[in-house]
């Protein structure tokens, strides 16, 4: 199961990843692409973002056979702790968002590295959690587990 949890997380990552380098190099000083490329990246985070938090899915969880479940029951979750445990996990990636939508600012820069902080905790959070226990810290805010389909 860890093996395709991970591969879950490494096909997420590339997409946000690359999705969140279109949008630095289309805003502010490092602007070498044209404008609409931020727009077009920042919607399709942000959708991308809202149907985790509705549903539960992402691609890289299709694609490694995954489905979202509660925990211990493994019935389907409580919508309200679904839309929670989603909100809490794409927190960094909607503060990277404004925080490139405001790069030209002054406070754009600090906006990217809190960003990138929450960022890096999660993952060292999750990490851990998941080897002790095979749930993250958001399967724990959710009530939720992944299991295969």
């Known amino acids: 199961m860890l093996k395709r949890r991970v591969?879950?997380?490494?096909?997420?990552?590339?997409?946000?990843?690359?999705?969140?380098?279109?949008?630095?190099?289309?805003?502010?000083?490092?602007?070498?692409?044209?404008?609409?490329?931020?727009?077009?990246?920042?919607?399709?985070?942000?959708?991308?973002?809202?149907?985790?938090?509705?549903t539960g899915w992402t691609l890289g969880r299709q694609i490694a056979q995954l489905r979202l479940r509660a925990h211990p029951s493994g019935a389907k979750p409580f919508w309200p702790l679904v839309v929670l445990r989603g909100v809490v996990r794409q927190l960094p990636v909607f503060v990277f968002i404004l925080g490139t939508s405001t790069y030209a600012n002054d406070i754009g820069p600090l906006v990217l590295f809190i960003a990138v902080t929450i960022a890096v905790?999660?993952?060292?959070?999750?990490?851990?959690?998941?080897?002790?226990?095979?749930?993250?810290?958001?399967?724990?805010?959710g009530g939720t587990e992944l299991v295969g389909k």
């Open 7 to 54: 591969t879950a997380v490494e096909v997420d990552l590339a997409i946000v990843g690359v999705l969140g380098v279109a949008l630095l190099l289309s805003t502010g000083q490092l602007a070498v692409l044209p404008g609409w490329v931020w727009s077009t990246g920042a919607w399709t985070l942000g959708i991308i973002g809202v149907i985790e938090c509705l």
């Open 121 to 141: 905790l999660y993952f060292s959070m999750c990490y851990i959690a998941l080897f002790r226990t095979g749930r993250t810290i958001f399967d724990f805010i």
